[in-house]
């Protein structure tokens, strides 16, 4: 089951999906001046490709949209 990742370290938030068994997260960036993620430590999770609560096989791909943290 997806768990709600908004708000969390992206780091933090890939972390707590590979324990869950995911192994295909992406991160987005949400800032038009850095298309990457490059650090996800330095960033914050603003959205999630897939619903908290939903249960999906842990081939799925889930993206992680963040903005860099101030």
Do not use: H, Y
Not at 31 to 37: F, I, Q, T, W, Y
Not at 47 to 56: E, F, K, P, W
């Amino acid at each position: 089951m997806v768990p709600a990742l908004v708000g969390k370290n992206a780091a933090a938030a890939r972390i707590e999906l590979e324990q869950l068994g995911f192994r295909d997260v992406r991160f987005g960036s949400q800032e038009a001046g850095e298309p990457d993620v490059v650090l996800p430590q330095n960033w914050t999770v603003t959205r999630q490709s897939a619903a908290a609560g939903t249960r999906l096989a842990t081939t799925t791909q889930i993206v992680l949209t963040c903005a860099r943290r101030v």
